[in-house]
Nanobody
Framework: QVQLVQSGGGLVQAGGSMRLSCVAS????????LSWFRQPPGKEREFAAG????????YYADSVKGRFTISRDNAKNTLYLQMNNLKPEDTAMYYC????????????????????WGQGTQVTVSS
């Protein structure tokens, strides 16, 4: 099992930037794909961004493509989400997650399954 502890988040004005971090401890971090999900108020949890373990390939939801950047520093066991040009519709609880394979699915309930989740961090974008 891997423990994921998130930091960052808070309140930002529309058009602003914010970076989320997710530090892992426990099992090896570098061997697994990682993702960021978010859950807007009253809505289902949705995929935001993912990064593979091998080759560090990245992929994004259409709603954040071009504005968000996912990255990982395996030496520091840390996953990042840089969010630029934030919009009010980006307001959500954000979660980092580790799946059991090189590349993670876009569905939180998909396969290969997500094994570990961060505690969540609130991001609020004011208009």
């Amino acid at each position: 099992q891997v423990q994921l502890v998130q930091s960052g988040g808070g309140l930002v004005q529309a058009g602003g930037s914010m970076r989320l971090s997710c530090v892992a401890s426990g099992r090896s971090f570098s061997n697994y794909g990682l993702s960021w999900f978010r859950q807007p108020p009253g809505k289902e949890r949705e995929f935001a961004a993912g990064i593979s373990a091998i080759n560090l390939n990245t992929y994004y939801a259409d709603s954040v493509k071009g504005r968000f950047t996912i990255s990982r520093d395996n030496a520091k066991n840390t996953l990042y989400l840089q969010m630029n040009n934030l919009k009010p519709e980006d307001t959500a609880m954000y979660y980092c997650a580790r799946c059991s394979a090189n590349i993670c699915p876009r569905s939180w309930s998909g396969y290969p399954e997500y094994r570990d989740w961060g505690q969540g961090t609130q991001v609020t974008v004011s208009s």
